[in-house]
């Protein structure tokens, strides 16, 4: 009974060192008497006990790595203190495990040789304007190296690029500088565009006043010429009626004096008027003027009379 008992624990404890389950993503390395056998997959997997032993494990997912903060001396002589991070992937188990005694360590030891040799060849200006060329220049070197360990090299970031405070100080400076300035042209542009505006502005109020004042330049004018027309038009008709009742009041006359008794009334109306004429002038002038002949108010009356008669003889 002891006997059986014994062969079930040691069938139990063969059955537990044969059988190995590998989790996904993952790969062990076996070695069979200190001798590379074979690389177990995700599963179960049998092995020999005691002749096989499980050397390595490998996790086949994609890992990050902490590249340790150093101090870079960029290509214009100032200290640089670059802090940056790594990911990588597990290609090929048997390389990882017998390429090199560490790889992590010599990706590590390798990515900082690598950025110090990067960041050397630029000002450092150029270092935070390029961190993408950085980043690709040292993933290059980086996997090129690294395909001999079995080793993938995905990508690498800076995380922090830190120049000492004097630089720093001196770049918030020629920053604070940079502002100013461009706020002061901003302003100056402000005030240009302004002074265009105004300008501008004056000048189509002139050119829109200059309109205006031809605009009613030319209406009074038009109104002037009107007016003017409307006034020599009045004024012609005016002489036109005038003339035509000076016309109707000569004929009138001549037809009255055609009358009977006619010629006789202009006789008696002419003398009338000749003797309130002088006498007009004696009461309104300090001056008499009369003609010679102002006694004999009949020859006068007479030499009217005979005008009368040679127009109405015409």
């Known amino acids: 009974m002891s006997i059986a008992l014994v062969l079930f624990v040691v069938a139990l404890i063969f059955a537990v060192k044969s059988l190995k389950v590998v989790p996904q993503q993952h790969a062990w390395v076996v070695e069979r008497l200190g001798r590379y ?11 020999v006990p005691f002749v096989d032993r499980i050397a390595y494990k490998h996790d086949l997912r994609e890992v990050p790595l902490d590249v340790p903060s150093q101090i870079c001396i960029t290509k214009d002589n100032t200290q640089l203190q670059v802090d940056g991070i790594l990911y990588f992937q597990v290609t090929d188990p048997q390389q990882a495990s017998y390429g090199s005694s560490n790889f992590e360590l010599a990706i590590t030891q390798l990515a900082q040789t690598t ?24 993933v290059a070197a980086l996997d090129e190296a690294a395909s001999n360990w079995g080793v993938k090299v995905l990508r690498y970031e800076i995380k922090d690029l830190t120049p000492p405070k004097e630089i720093l100080h001196a770049m918030q400076a020629q920053i604070t500088a940079e502002r100013e300035k461009r706020a002061l042209i901003a302003a100056s542009e402000g005030r240009k565009q302004e002074q265009i505006n105004i300008a501008t502005g004056q000048r189509e109020a002139a050119i829109q006043n200059s309109e205006g004042e031809r605009q009613a330049a030319i209406n009074q004018s038009e109104g002037d010429k009107a007016a003017a027309i409307n006034r020599a038009e009045g004024e012609a008709e005016s002489i036109r009626l005038v003339a035509r009742a000076t016309a109707e009041a000569i004929h009138l006359v001549a037809q009255t004096i055609r009358q009977p008794g006619g010629y006789e009334a202009v006789n008696l ?32 009356v007479a030499t009217a009379m005979s005008v009368v008669k040679q127009q109405q003889a015409s």
């Not at 056998?37 to 092995?47: A, K, M, S, Y």
């Not at 004429?277 to 003609?291: D, R, S, V, W």
């Open 37 to 47: 056998h074979g690389t177990l997959q995700p599963g179960l997997n049998v092995v």
């Open 115 to 138: 950025l110090r040799s990067v960041v050397g060849r630029m000002e450092l200006d150029k270092t935070f304007e390029e961190r993408d060329d950085i980043n690709r220049t040292v």
């Open 269 to 300: 109306k002419v003398a009338e008027r000749y003797i309130e004429a002088f006498g007009n002038i004696a009461k309104e002038g300090n001056t008499m003027i009369l003609p010679a002949n102002a006694a004999d108010v009949g020859s006068l």
